[in-house]
């Protein structure tokens, strides 16, 4: 039921179907479209590149459109990848589509701005939740300011990280649709509220996954730094070792979450 509002993106409607819904994609005579239920989503090509290259990860599957999607599967692990797509409406829409296809287990590995200067390069950042400073999530969760992670799935990722001695943080990001609207004074305003990163998809794939009822989690580790005067990109995009650790990391923590 659609409830009625001043503003549309606050008029949320519970209703389960709508006009074109992801199982429409699915051919129901087939089989399974995956042999698992476990999927890696990474923003980091070179990582995808190198796994390639190494001969650790196969093409799986292609999902056609305008815009291809390429699954991967690792060859030592019954255990999917795929690069992210910008953005809330293209990574939480395919996230969707995912779990449509048989999809249960996500982790999300990416990158995001630092509010907090002390927080490193590469200083990873377990999701306990967003603020939803962004449109898509409101398709799928009734408004709100803030939208959590399942507590028992990030109580899992961080039993790991304890058991494991990795270095970790956990909190809250800042879910944005504009990364050239981060004014000084937004900034300080979310940093307030206890964001530690600034991102473009978590909050709408908190949402999906609470709305299709599967399993989430992610970890983002710090890479430019908005909190200053002025913007610092500390080279981030460079860290290679970093990164693709942090995939092998998410290859792990999504068979146990």
Same mark, same amino acid.
């Given at each position: ?12 409607d ?5 006009k074109?819904n ?14 698992t ?10 990582v995808?590149d ?11 599957k292609?999902?056609?459109? !305008?815009?291809p999607?390429? #699954? =991967?599967?690792?060859? @030592?692990?019954n255990?999917? &990848? $795929? ?29 995001g ?7 490193e390069?590469g ?7 967003a ?5 898509f999530?409101?398709?799928?969760? !009734?408004?709100?300011?803030? #939208? =959590?992670?399942d507590? @028992?799935?990030t109580?899992? &990722? $961080? ?8 270095s970790y ?20 305003r ?9 991102e473009m998809?978590q ?13 989430y ?14 913007w ?11 990164r ?5 990391l ?8």
């Amino acid at each position: 039921m659609l409830v009625n509002n001043s503003y549309p993106i606050l008029e949320f409607d519970n209703s389960r179907t709508a006009k074109i819904n992801p199982t429409a994609f699915l051919d129901e005579t087939s089989e399974p479209f995956f042999q698992t239920d476990m999927l890696v989503i990474t923003f980091f090509q070179e990582v995808m590149d190198k796994l390639a290259d190494q001969g650790r990860i196969v093409l799986e599957k292609t999902i056609g459109g !305008e815009n291809p999607v390429l #699954i =991967y599967r690792f060859l @030592d692990e019954n255990v999917l &990848i $795929t690069l992210g797509q910008v953005g809330c409406p293209a990574c939480g829409g395919n996230l969707d589509l995912f779990h449509a296809m048989g999809i249960a287990r996500v982790m999300f590995c990416g990158g995001g701005g630092v509010l907090d200067k002390n927080i490193e390069v590469g200083q990873i950042l377990v999701v306990d939740g967003a603020i939803r400073d962004e449109g898509f999530s409101y398709h799928y969760i !009734e408004p709100a300011r803030y #939208i =959590y992670t399942d507590s @028992d799935v990030t109580g899992k &990722i $961080t039993e790991y990280l304890d058991e494991n001695s990795i270095s970790y943080i956990r909190g809250l990001t800042w879910t944005t649709d504009a990364i050239f609207r981060e004014t000084s004074d937004r900034i300080a305003r979310r940093k307030e509220e206890g964001a530690k990163i600034v991102e473009m998809e978590q909050a709408g794939c908190i949402a999906v996954s609470q709305f299709r009822g599967f399993k989430y989690g992610a970890l983002i580790y710090g890479g430019d730094d908005v909190s200053q005067d002025e913007w610092s990109n500390r080279g981030w995009q460079s860290r290679d070792g970093i990164r693709y650790d942090l995939v092998m990391l998410c290859k792990r923590l999504v068979q146990i979450i």
